[in-house]
Each structure stands twice: as structure tokens, then as C-alpha cells.
């Protein structure tokens, strides 16, 4: 089996306050690259190779024990989505090695409790939605039961737009033990806020997609981003970016003409969106130079608007 994951952004929470009885509720988008891929096949002994090989190992014996597999395995990893930038690596690698377990065996296991099993979607969803369908997705956060949070809301995202990323390989954002402390450590959001946020979502957001509107998408985006920011400056370094070069570089693309700038989760990538290819290309070809100057890259990517890819080498052999 081969399996081809997309990327995804975190565009911000929604509510972190939960006196509602709901808490997090999250904004994301999954696009086409980067992106992790793999192929998985019977052998005769477990064999992990390529890039992320110890987490891929410890996703194939975990899905193993879960799924109550006996037969081993060789996965081979092609390529990874860049760990603890913000793009959800984790998430897609996990669901990817169950997805090809469950597809090679024949087992009937919906993708979402794959990503249960790994622990997935602890505060959000977004990563698991971009895997089962891909698009622009909206959670409404973790309830009281033990689950991970639902989608409330998917729309399409335009295919003629772009997302501009800034990607910083020199630095990780906050994860693990670190990121359980940076979340222990916030006051809870005023409900004014966190009514603000959904406000923002509801009535301006989701609109501007469902309408193609970009002006107005980005206005939104840029608040949220900008609401979260403040939110999170604590946990982060005092600013609501993780890295100052990547926040530079983003200004400079709203100065442009790109809208909605921001930074995925805990970054360090950085975003903004444009209306066309032609205009990232504009972009890209200014800006490129003073990037790499910096030791940053440029992508620009499109919305995914649909989920992870399976193969049946067998039935459809490289």
C-alpha cells in the first residue's frame, strides 16, 4: 500500500474559556504540500527506513498491538511533512502507517479512530479532517465525552487561490511535555473573546469561502490569528510569533498584496493567502532572494480538498 498524507494549517482556536461545557474549537486548512508519504508490505521481520524512522516505528507498534496484528511489516518512508513546524507531522504520519495497516489487511476501521488510537486530536481535530477529507474544517472542540473533537463545518477551498508558506528549518515550535505546560500555564479566554472568535468564524469567515471573497477571508483570518496571538504571546517567547524572521518575511507579503497572514499553531511557518497562482508567483520571485538570505523557504501551495491518497501497489504498480 502507498499512502500520500496532506499538510495541514491551524489557523487558531475558537474557545478557550469552555464554560460552555465545549473547549478549543479549532480553524484549518489542508494543503498539498508538504506532504508524507509511504508504502507498507508484508515481510518476513519488521523493517522501518527513511525520514521520521523512529516515530514511524513507534506508530507501527503501537497500530499493531491495537489492531491485534500478527504479521510483520516492512514501511518504507519516503518523505515527511518538516516535524514541530506547525504543519501537523505527527498526526499525518500516524494516521498514514494505520491507514496502510488497515487498507493491506482489509480491516474495516474508520479512519477517525485511527487517530484515536494514537492519541490524536487531544485539543484538535483539524489533522484528522484534513486526512479523512481534506478542505477548510472547522471543530467545535473536546465535549465531555472521550473523544476527539467533531467537525462542525467543511467547505472547499477556492481552487484558483494559493497559501503562501514561510518555513524556518532552524526552529522548532513549542511540542510535547513543553506544549502540555504552555496550556496549563494560560488563564482561561474572557467568554467576550472567545465570543468574539466565533462571531468572527461564523459571520465573516465561512462566508467569504462560501462567496470566493479574499479580501474578506483574509480580514478574518487575520483577526483570529490576531486574537490568538495575543492569547498565546505568554507561552512563546512574549510575541505572538515564534520567530521573528518568518514574522518579517509575512509582513512583507501583506505589503504585497496578501491577505490573512499568520502563523500555523505554534509555528514557526508562517502563512498568507492570494487570489492566484500568478500573484504567488509575484511574490515568491521578490521575495525568494531575501529568504534564503535568512535561512527561510518559500512554498507556495493550494488548499487540498480531499483526503489522504491509498494505493494498491498491486493493482496499480510504480
Not at 478557550?16 to 494543503?31: E, H, M, P, Q, V
Request: aromatic residues 6%; proline residues 4%.
Amino acid at each position: 500500500m502507498r499512502i500520500s498524507a496532506p499538510a495541514r494549517l491551524h489557523l487558531g482556536f475558537l474557545d478557550l474559556n469552555g464554560s460552555l461545557g465545549r473547549k478549543f474549537g479549532s480553524l484549518g486548512l489542508a494543503i498539498d504540500q508538504p506532504s508524507t508519504e509511504l508504502t507498507l508490505e508484508r515481510c518476513e521481520a519488521d523493517a522501518v527506513a527513511g525520514p521520521e524512522e523512529a516515530r514511524a516505528q513507534r506508530a507501527l507498534e503501537r497500530f499493531k498491538a491495537l489492531l491485534k496484528l500478527d504479521r510483520n511489516y516492512r514501511l518504507s518512508v519516503s518523505e515527511t511533512i518538516p516535524a514541530h513546524a506547525g504543519l501537523g507531522s505527527g498526526t499525518q504520519l500516524a494516521m498514514a502507517v494505520g491507514a496502510a495497516l488497515a487498507a493491506l489487511e482489509g480491516l474495516e476501521t474508520e479512519l477517525r479512530s485511527l487517530g484515536e488510537m494514537q492519541n490524536r486530536g487531544a485539543r484538535s481535530a483539524i489533522g484528522m479532517a484534513a486526512f479523512e477529507r481534506g478542505g477548510f474544517v472547522v471543530d467545535g472542540g473536546r465535549g465531555a465525552r472521550d473523544r476527539a473533537p467533531p467537525v462542525v463545518a467543511r467547505a472547499a477551498f477556492p481552487s484558483a487561490w494559493r497559501v503562501l508558506l514561510v518555513l524556518d528549518p532552524r526552529n522548532m515550535g513549542v511540542h510535547g511535555r513543553r506544549e502540555v505546560e504552555a496550556f496549563e500555564n494560560l488563564e482561561p479566554m474572557r467568554e467576550d473573546v472567545s465570543a468574539e472568535l466565533c462571531r468572527t468564524t461564523l459571520m465573516q469567515l465561512l462566508p467569504a469561502l462560501a462567496e470566493t471573497d479574499i479580501e474578506a477571508f483574509g480580514q478574518a483570518v487575520s483577526e483570529v490569528q490576531r486574537i490568538n496571538g495575543q492569547y498565546f504571546a505568554s507561552e512563546q517567547g512574549g510575541g505572538i510569533w515564534s520567530s521573528p524572521e518568518v514574522a518579517e518575511l509575512v509582513r512583507q507579503m501583506a505589503s504585497l498584496g496578501a491577505v490573512g497572514i499568520g502563523q500555523s499553531s505554534w509555528g514557526p511557518t508562517g502563512f498568507a493567502f492570494v487570489p492566484s497562482s500568478a500573484k504567488a508567483r509575484e511574490i515568491l520571485v521578490a521575495l525568494d532572494a531575501g529568504a534564503k538570505a535568512k535561512g527561510l523557504s518559500l512554498v507556495a501551495a493550494r488548499g487540498r480538498n480531499h483526503g489522504a491518497k491509498v494505493e494498491n501497489l498491486e493493482q496499480h504498480p510504480i
